[in-house]
């Protein structure tokens, strides 16, 4: 047999062997394991407007919600124009969706500070920031990455997870909601959702 033959040969053997284990790993696995994509959950934060809001206030309607904070220079206020666009682009239909941005540094992050920032972006975008046991638990809620990162002067920036969320109207996870398709795209998506 030529060495050729023995390479495919042991590939072959190699792969049906990975399938045999993966099949029975999967046969033999308990069927009441939790998932990981239960992605999101309940939480209880403060709006812009300094008013207590629950997820129980976001059901009925297709929810996007993004991480961030106000100090970002680039992908927050990039991914919130981007939002702002696609709600642009739906119209009246725009008051069927909800839009939240959690921030990622309540520290500074104060309702007041999100009032102002939110106003240049579309108005059907909410934004909420709790104490740091709140922020925690609904990062955790979300498998959100933030990690505060010293500058220099004593300042300080965070590295977080940029993904939107697109929940259904029953607050569950459906998917990340792909920004970069084009505003029109990702419009008819959400208005598909409606």
Known sequence: MSRSARILV??????????????????????????????GGPFALVNQDGKTVTD?????????VFFG?????????????????ILNRLGSDAAKVNA???TVDPERDTPEKLK????????????????EIQIEAIK????VYAKRVPLEGGSYTMDHTSIVYLMDKQGKFIAPFNLKRGADAAAADLRRRL
């Open 140 to 143: 955790k809620a979300y498998f």
């Open 56 to 64: 129980a206030d976001f059901l009925g309607k297709p929810l996007l």
């Open 69 to 85: 904070f106000t100090h970002c220079p680039d992908i927050c206020p990039t991914t919130l124009f981007e939002i702002s666009e």
């Open 100 to 102: 939240i941005f959690v």
């Open 10 to 39: 042991l590939l072959a053997a190699f792969v049906t062997g990975a399938f045999a284990l993966t099949a029975g790993v999967m046969l033999l696995a308990p069927k009441d394991v939790t998932r990981p994509s239960s992605v």
């Open 116 to 131: 102002l920032y939110l106003s240049s972006f579309h108005p059907q975008i909410s934004a909420l920031s709790g104490s």
